[in-house]
């Protein structure tokens, strides 16, 4: 049985993916109107990956008899100076994010529940990843000047992200 204080920052973490969600949503919206369809689509892909990390702490909260509480998730921002600004923007809430987990991990650890933690290590694992994808995109994207031919040629790799794979639910991937 999950404690209190871990299945209410555990309902915390549910928003916080799903507002991430929402965050890439919105960022597609951005890209599309600026015409960068591999942009958009790869915070498409994004956005749907979030959805996934919403729903695994979801499942392992069921299977651990615990109760799902959704709240609302709020408005994320809908403008953007430039494509580059809003990859900066997706990198700092990755890094906001990858926050949550280890302050979630560290919970999960001082009360000894090692199956919460064992999740969180995955979610750790995860943050990794997730920044590092958003930090190369900035990179090549400050690279280029973020404009021009360079633009053109990113916004084209981008396009060929594919979807993400389906995740095992609960535990472990
Ligand atoms: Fe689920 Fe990108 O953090």
């Known amino acids: ?7 209410d920052a555990l309902n915390k973490q549910i928003n916080e993916e799903y507002y991430s969600s929402y965050l890439y949503t919105a960022m597609v919206a951005y890209m599309e109107s600026l015409n960068l369809d591999g942009c958009a689509h790869w915070m498409k892909m994004q956005a749907e990956e979030e959805h996934q990390h919403a729903h695994k702490i979801f499942t392992y909260m069921v299977d651990r008899g615990g109760r799902v509480e959704l709240q609302a998730v709020k408005a ?83 396009m060929t992200r594919p979807a993400p794979a389906p995740l095992t639910e609960g535990g472990a991937a």
């Open 1 to 7: 049985m999950l404690s209190q204080k871990l299945q």
């Open 76 to 158: 994320p921002p809908q403008e953007w100076d430039s494509p580059v600004e809003a990859f900066k923007a997706a990198l700092e809430h990755e890094e906001f994010m990858t926050r949550n987990i280890n302050a979630l991990a560290d919970l999960a650890q001082s009360e000894h529940d090692h199956a919460t933690n064992n999740l969180m290590q995955w979610y750790v694992t995860e943050q990794v990843e997730e920044e590092a994808n958003v930090d190369d995109i900035l990179k090549k994207l400050e690279m280029v000047g973020g404009s021009g031919q360079g633009l053109f040629m990113i916004d084209r790799e981008l």
